[in-house]
Structure formats: structure tokens, C-alpha cells
């Protein structure tokens, strides 16, 4: 199984992102999805997470800024980002949690950086 995140880069303050994420060897339908961040000397942390249902929620960082979703028709997640600020700058990473098998899979991460 593989997770396929892309769409980062180099963008000014105030501008925008969106970030995709597509699996080999597994269809979203049925995961717990989200995205997390790891910038340079810090943990790994979740920033915004969608159920298979459809509900979401985000970290206090991004709320209002960043909005994640899903197309299972598609098989693809994706997080639209915003008014990025500097502190934005991280690796990016998708994963999804099957919530009754246990399993979990990571994306390889995508560079996102934000210059002032």
C-alpha cells in the first residue's frame, strides 16, 4: 500500500496550496483520513482530519484557513490551504486509519514552504 501526497512547493505569505493525496492498494471509502505536519526541529502533528462520513476537524492553527476533503468516488483526499503564514512551512504528510482493522498508512510527505 502506498500513499501518494503531492501539490507542495514554494509560495509568498497570503497565498494559496492545495494538496492532494491518492492511494495505491487501498480505497479510501472506508478510513478515518488526515493530514499532519512536521516542521524543521518540531514533532509531527495532526492539523485536520475527515471520517468516512464526512466530519472534520482541524487544529487551532489552520481553522478557517485550511479545508480538507474527500472525493471516495475519485479515491482521493485533498487540503485546500489559504492565507498561509511562514509558520506554515512543513513537511506534509497524508494518512489514513482504518478504524475496525487497526491498520494505518502515511503518505511520503510534501514540502510546503512559505516565505514573508
Known amino acids: 500500500v502506498q500513499l501518494q501526497a503531492s501539490g507542495g512547493g514554494l509560495v509568498q505569505a497570503g497565498g494559496s496550496l492545495r494538496l492532494s493525496c491518492a492511494p495505491r492498494g487501498i480505497t479510501f471509502s472506508r478510513y478515518t483520513l488526515g493530514w499532519y505536519r512536521q516542521a524543521p526541529g518540531k514533532q509531527r502533528e495532526i492539523i485536520a482530519g475527515i471520517t468516512y462520513g464526512g466530519g472534520t476537524n482541524y487544529a487551532d492553527s489552520v481553522k478557517g484557513r485550511f479545508t480538507i476533503s474527500r472525493d471516495d468516488a475519485r479515491n482521493y483526499m485533498s487540503l485546500q490551504m489559504n492565507s498561509l503564514k511562514p509558520e506554515d512551512t512543513a513537511v506534509y504528510y497524508c494518512?489514513?486509519?482504518?478504524?475496525?482493522?487497526?491498520?494505518?498508512?502515511w503518505g511520503q510527505g510534501t514540502q510546503v514552504t512559505v516565505s514573508s
Open positions: 494518512r489514513a486509519d482504518h478504524p475496525a482493522l487497526g491498520s494505518y498508512y
